[in-house]
């Protein structure tokens, strides 16, 4: 039995008073609507609000995570920041390989895997996300393109590793545009990527790890989602940004 995730990407939004303020509010009607929920539920803010953020979840069952890592532990890489920079603060979990860095940074399969590596190597949790484009989905080569960033996103990692690895499966397509895919279509490629760690990592494995749904997730079409039998969870952009709708989406997960 897979436990849930829900995982809020907050993106480039909210100063540190604004995250703040919602940390505040998301963990304050969790205790008071919802103890009982079983989803691990993280939240991943701008990098300079993780101190606090650790801080403010304290005693709660709200993990933060980083929305980036560089893939080397130190040097001369202005502006970046190391997984174990991130570890420092408390934050336990890491976004690596979003469609937004790949697209607009540059991000390839094999920067991810360095990423993933060097955040094992820190203790983190990785959320790492795969997903085709519009384009590569209409001329049927998502598979391929899916099967691609599996490999080599996964290159170097070890089945011990996998332990600490939550996949993300994001169509660009659906993201921030209110179009999801259906439950049916996100169904088929989560098996289709619990098949490919299958063969990468053997069963075991392959049953053990999560694989979130993202991709205009809301309130009202979450629990059909996470109802698929190979959906465990989801990773939020716009509906993390609204406590009420987010905590809609935890509830949704159990
Ligand atoms: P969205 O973003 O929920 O706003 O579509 C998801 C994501 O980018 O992680």
Not at 67 to 72: A, I, K, L, S
Not at 99 to 123: D, H, I, M, P, V
Not at 176 to 189: C, I, M, N, R
């Amino acid at each position: 039995m897979r436990n849930k995730i829900v995982a809020g990407n907050w993106k480039m939004h909210k100063t540190l008073t604004e995250s703040q303020a919602l940390i505040t509010e998301i963990r304050g009607i969790i205790r008071d609507e919802f103890r009982a929920n079983t989803a691990e539920v993280v939240v991943c803010p701008t990098t300079l609000a993780l101190p606090s953020s650790v801080k403010l979840v304290e005693g709660s069952s709200i993990f933060v995570g980083a929305q980036n890592v560089h893939q080397e532990t130190q040097g001369a890489f202005t502006g970046e920041i190391s997984a174990a920079m991130i570890a420092s603060v408390g934050a336990t979990h890491v976004i690596v390989g979003h469609s937004e860095r790949r697209q607009y940074f540059n991000e390839t399969n094999s920067a991810c895997a360095l990423k993933n590596k060097s955040s094992f190597a820190a203790g983190l949790t990785v959320l790492y996300c795969v997903g085709e484009t519009l384009e590569e989905r209409e001329t049927e080569q998502h598979w391929a393109v899916i099967e691609k960033q599996i490999e080599e996103g996964l290159t170097g990692i070890t089945s011990e590793e996998m332990h600490k690895m939550v996949i993300a499966y994001e169509p660009v397509w659906a993201i921030g545009t209110g179009k999801t895919a259906s439950s049916a279509q996100a169904q088929e490629v989560h098996a289709f990527i619990r098949s490919l760690l299958n063969k990468k990592f053997g069963e075991p494995v392959a049953e053990a790890t999560r694989i979130l749904y993202g991709g205009s997730v809301k309130p009202d079409n979450a629990a059909e989602l996470f109802a698929q039998p190979d959906i465990d969870g989801g990773l939020i952009g716009g509906a993390s940004l609204k406590a009420r709708d987010f905590f809609e989406i935890v509830k949704a997960a159990g």
